[in-house]
């Protein structure tokens, strides 16, 4: 059977999807759901392919090191499958590791301008509406802080902590004026005031 | 101005940003400024806003690819980043309020290269039709 093959390109990066569509869910003949392989080229670099078990992995640790590297964490991404790690603030080390044993782990050096172009490959891929991949495990990649801004313990306990200590300040605070106050005298000084 | 204007209009938010003057208004709500005023930016122009810049870096992808690219190889003479850095500190005192310690360090030509390197870097990472929303995340992220 013919398969279908799908390019996303992005100045010096492409990325191929070649599979078939599935046809047990009435797909269009266009369609890719069943990818079979993938190529990611990049001018100037070994050639990166591997099945759809790899893709999404290595998408996710593309996004993940990326978010880190622009929210002032610690760029350093590792896995089973690929390292991704900052040699200084322009150049990137990518170690990808083969299942297979006695291959030895390709390595890779690329700096801000090629990390932006296979980011924006794999975004392409994410948003193409002929490609379906499993995305919750891409898109979930940003920090828990993003997601879950409240989750955050200590944010939390900045929240709902004063409105807490205010109540039981008040309710305190009324509570011994309560003890203080004698309804009975009171009684006695408003007939002494009016008297009938 | 002109620019942001044409792409409001080219994006469709005319209903939020109707003319250079609203976008203007918004434009001096940042601190650094030295036109500052203090207005209340509503949410759907902080979205008008965020998509603009997102359209803008789509725009100028080529040109901050360079700019990246320029200073990855420190043996070549980096004329595209000389000039960029040059000119952005032109604009910063030209227009912000160089008085500020945050504008002094944004000026300071041996500390602002890392924040010049991630928000080209964060631009170039949200040309993608859904870029906005991306940046909008990076952005509650800082």
Known sequence: MLQNKLSFHQSSVSLEIIGLPDYSNNEDKNQISIISEWKLNIIDKPLIEGKIDHLGPIMSAFYTYSNLLITNQIPLYESNLIDIKADNLHMHNIVLKSSKPDVKPLIIKIGNSLLSDIVNCFDQLNESSKVQIKKSCIFNTFPKKVRFPLTNKADFFNIILPPIISICSLSLISYSLIYFYNPIENKDKNELINPK | ?142
């Open chain 2, 1 to 142: 101005m002109g620019s942001f204007f044409a792409l409001s209009d080219k994006l469709k938010l005319n209903d939020v940003l109707p003319n250079k003057i609203t976008i203007w208004k918004l434009r001096n709500n940042n601190p650094l400024r030295k036109s500052y005023t203090n207005n209340n930016i509503k949410i759907e122009e902080f979205d008008a806003l965020i998509k603009i810049t997102a359209e803008m870096s789509k725009y100028l992808y080529p040109y901050i690819r360079e700019i990246l690219q320029s200073k990855e190889d420190p043996k070549k003479n980096s004329i595209v980043w000389n000039s960029f850095h040059k000119r952005f500190i032109e604009l910063i005192n030209e227009r912000f309020n160089t008085n500020s310690v945050r504008v002094k360090k944004l000026i300071n030509k041996t500390e602002n290269d890392e924040m010049l390197i991630k928000s080209l870097l964060t631009l170039s990472l949200c040309i993608s039709k859904e870029g906005n929303k991306k940046l909008k995340k990076y952005l509650f992220n800082f």
